[in-house]
């Protein structure tokens, strides 16, 4: 593993392009398994980082400017998740290892205060989730979230999350207390909600019901929860019906706003996707080649297309704060990355 000369992914920068200090060294990480049935068959690599905040390149182009990390490698296990690209940076398998092999910053809240604190940070908003799930199972055991939110909370400093995980219902508590004093965004994704594709194709997240679960109780305590429909998977989930029935379940869960995003394949991703298409529909194999053949993204039309789809259904449910009840604070918007740029966002 390279653990030296490392800068953080979540920037969308790898070794050597970027000028960044090294996050940590080869002394700093111990290995560590556990013989639960949570966590069998992983493997933490815990490390004292030397950094946490990240500034994003060309964030003018982006939702949002500083990202906050605390994991990386992320056993929700995703076939799709865009981050796995960033396991290469360490060595690391960018298939079953980036499910499997996960680094866990464990002084992120302290590294968080320190710099909250220093003279020259001016109390921009911090993003979360951007390129793995902070609330993956890894932080039921590890509980960096909680150090990271009373840390935002003290300096009242903006925030926001996005992540399939249900643990986050854990910190509601914190959540709610930050929210009294500084901007929370909070954001859940759901791409689709047929179980048997769910099964499948994000094999370590809690189903997309528990999911929106998250979202009916945010909304019941007047924390306002967008929901991230992503991806939405061609010829998958992007039928009419299908379609229709993920908004009017997002809708029913009381979510403040829908954003569509079209399954984008970029390196690392691409290549363990086609695998799984391969293997669980090989009849798509073709159909998806030419649809993804200039590069990562969908073609423009399509990606228009879905988001008219849903944009309409969204109207039609009536999804929106007002319907969603007292939402104090609503989620930064997440762009479509026809809009954003093709540099981030994980798919959470
Ligand atoms: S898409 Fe999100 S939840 Fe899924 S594996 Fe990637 S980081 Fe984890």
Partial sequence: MRWDNLTD??????PGRAADAALFGADAVTT???????????????????SIVNRVPGASRMPFEWTVNPYRGCSHACVYCFARKTHSYLDLD?????????????NAAELLRRRLAAPGWRGEHLAMGTNVDCY??????????????????EY????????????????LDLLTRAARVTEVGISVSVGFTDPALW???????P????????????AGQGIGCGVLMAPVIPFLSDEPARLRDTVRAIAAAGATSVTPLVLHLRPGAREWFMAWLGQHHPHLVRRYERLYAEGAYAPKWYQRRITRQVHDLAREYGIGPERAGAARNVPRP???????????????
């Fill in 9 to 14: 992914p979540d920037t969308g920068t790898g």
């Fill in 32 to 50: 560590r398994t556990f013989d639960t049935p949570e966590f069998r068959g992983i493997t933490f690599h815990e490390v004292r980082a030397r």
């Fill in 94 to 106: 960018t298939g079953l290892g980036f499910d499997s092999q996960i680094v866990v910053k464990v």
């Fill in 136 to 153: 993956q199972r890894a932080e039921g055991r590890y509980r960096l979230m909680p150090g990271i939110i009373d840390a935002l909370t």
């Fill in 156 to 171: 009242a400093n903006p925030f926001s999350i996005l992540t399939k995980g249900t643990l986050i219902l854990r910190d």
């Fill in 199 to 205: 099964r499948t194709v994000e094999p370590g997240t």
């Fill in 207 to 218: 189903a997309p019901e528990r999911r929106l679960d998250v979202v009916r109780t945010l």
């Fill in 334 to 348: 997440v762009r479509a990355p026809e809009e954003a740029g093709p540099t981030q966002l994980s798919l959470l």
